[in-house]
């Protein structure tokens, strides 16, 4: 059976008529506010700061194949950028001391952002110590000082970390002669988009966090690092 709304028993075919229109028009509506959203949440897991860092990190990697320690280096990355701040969010999630994956709570956003600042410095002294590779030590760098700045900008004002993470390796790629900007450009809008939607950050602080992640990371890379 259809699954059509019910209107009112009416004379009138006209009426009954307008009424169906309005109610199916409303429908779709609905059907396509739940599926921006669930585009939205598919975007925001996909290009998170969790991913976001090893990929470019990966970018970096297996681009230079010279680099003959390409697997193991990628693995270090992969799990202090990654792996173990994603376990870290799982167990507070089924622990319950956050209510969704987003942690709305500004208290356990701090804990987390600070556990995953130690993962990142961790990460990046460890690549340091193994890799010669100026930019790649430079891009992670970045990645901990903006966690650590996100980290602390959250004591006061929510900032969005997905911008921040995105729009710092936007820069290290475009640093790095990697110019693809119509796909960064739609990647930009794509997750400012999904972060709006969802309602889990304003215009404002998904700007903020853009402006921080860019303007560190080219501070970084392009002053300290290069």
């Not at 990046?124 to 901990?144: A, E, M, P, Q, V």
């Not at 995105?166 to 960064?184: E, K, N, Q, R, W």
């Amino acid at each position: 059976y259809l699954n059509l709304p019910i209107i009112p028993q009416t004379k009138n075919f006209g009426l009954s008529f307008k009424i169906l229109c309005r109610e199916c028009g409303y429908m779709n509506k609905i059907n396509i506010i739940k599926l921006l959203k669930n585009i939205s949440i598919v975007i925001s897991f996909l290009i998170s700061p969790l991913t976001v860092a090893p990929f470019t990190a990966g970018i970096f990697l297996y681009s230079n194949p010279q680099n003959e320690q390409q697997h193991i280096l990628f693995t270090y990355i992969l799990s202090f950028t990654c792996i173990i701040p994603f376990f870290s969010l799982l167990f507070y999630k089924y622990t319950n001391r956050i209510s969704s994956f987003d942690v709305p709570v500004r208290k356990n956003r701090i804990r987390l952002l600070v556990l995953a600042s130690i993962y990142n410095t961790i990460g990046f002294l460890i690549i340091n110590y193994l890799n010669t590779d100026i930019i790649l030590n430079g891009l992670l760098f970045s990645f901990s000082i903006n966690t650590i700045l996100i980290c602390v900008i959250t004591v006061y004002w929510k900032i969005s970390g997905h911008m921040a993470a995105l729009g710092g390796s936007v820069v290290a790629l475009l640093i790095a002669d990697f110019h693809y900007p119509v796909s960064m450009c739609i990647m930009l809008l794509l997750v400012s988009f999904s972060r709006f939607f969802l309602k889990v950050h304003t215009p404002q602080q998904i700007l903020g966090g853009t402006i921080i992640g860019m303007l560190t990371t080219y501070i970084i890379l392009g002053y300290i690092f290069i």
